[in-house]
């Protein structure tokens, strides 16, 4: 198991909003960003935590391919639905916005559905949902992204990891969030594995030679170029029922770019046609239904509830000492984690260090 240090979360989160605003970022939207990412580790989704800080936002606010001010354009709105241009700004902060306009939407009307084009990578999708289910209302988001899957007896990249994420209130201390990738692993997880050494179990990508690949840092390499893609959710062909996650995740896409008419598919690249880096106009969708415009909000959440204890209460298999509902592994990390702090990797930590080097940020290091 790799080294981890812990960080209290008022430094971490001191650290990014400083560096945001570093590169551009105004405070407010900075703030936003920061709490997105932080979510990220709260639940314990480390590959979409601080850890991408420096790459994934950063490096590329610095290189000009991602715009520290999001400008955001309605192109079109009605009572229930509205349209939004990021204009290559933060996805974070565009995606916020889309989804506050869904839930007030919903709150009039019962439903409210917002998207986005022209916008950058958004950080962990549960954090979107669960601004509705807090709201008392069924969330649901999901985003398109850089291609790494490869279709049903494929093994060129096509698809993004393409999340399909939804959140629903509950009775219990938790919502019930189901937050995860169409493909049978994201390459969030493979920046993870990579940044601890460690191998990408067999099975969760295929290289151009139909063969699974496990060598993490080369995988990383070679689904930007094209020598290797994702499996969708199932794994490699129809044995496991890998049709099903590349039909989910072909959804999300649609979902992602043909209601706002936005980039697609190897669109996506992040690359212009002369291969040079270039923003990567992703879409995003974001829908609110409210649960009052049914039979209500507590019925709602009685409902849901008997339905999680009455899973997670059935027949254990022979070894096995509990069984979860999604959203629930997430909350206990949070209660360990809450005083505990944030727990870095010695890659993350050296992420840190260059970012406060390269920015000259005052904030100090704990290590």
Known sequence: MDKRTYVKWSFIESFMIEAFE??????NDAKICAEVLMESDRRGIESHGVNRLKPI?????????QKPVTEIDILK?????????ANNGMGMVV??????????KAKKFGMGMAVVRNSTHYGIAGYYATMASSAGMIGITGTNARPSIAPTFGVENMLGTNPLTFAMPTDEEFPFVLDCATSIT???????????????????????????KTDSQQILKDLVSGEAALAPLGGIGED??????????????????????????????????????SPYHLGHFFIAIDTEAFMGLDSFKKTTGD???????????????RIFTAGEKEFYVWQERKEKGLPLTAASINDLREIKEKLDLKTPLPF
């Open 22 to 27: 570093k590169v551009g970022v105004p405070k």
């Open 57 to 65: 936002y950063i490096d590329r606010i610095l290189s000009g391919i």
């Open 77 to 85: 709105e009605t009572p229930t639905t509205v349209v939004l241009d």
């Open 95 to 104: 995606s916020k916005k889309a989804m506050e306009m869904a839930i007030e």
């Open 186 to 212: 994201q390459r969030g997880k493979i920046e993870y594995y990579a940044k601890i050494n460690k191998s990408t179990p067999e099975g969760m990508v295929v290289g151009r030679d139909g063969f699974p």
């Open 240 to 277: 496991l029922a890998g049709y099903k996650g590349y039909g989910y995740a072909t959804v999300v896409e649609i979902l992602s770019a043909a209601l706002q008419a936005g980039s697609f598919l190897k669109m996506l690249t992040g690359k212009d046609e002369s291969g040079n880096p």
């Open 307 to 321: 339905i999680l204890r009455a899973l997670r209460d059935s027949k254990k298999a022979p070894g096995e000492e």
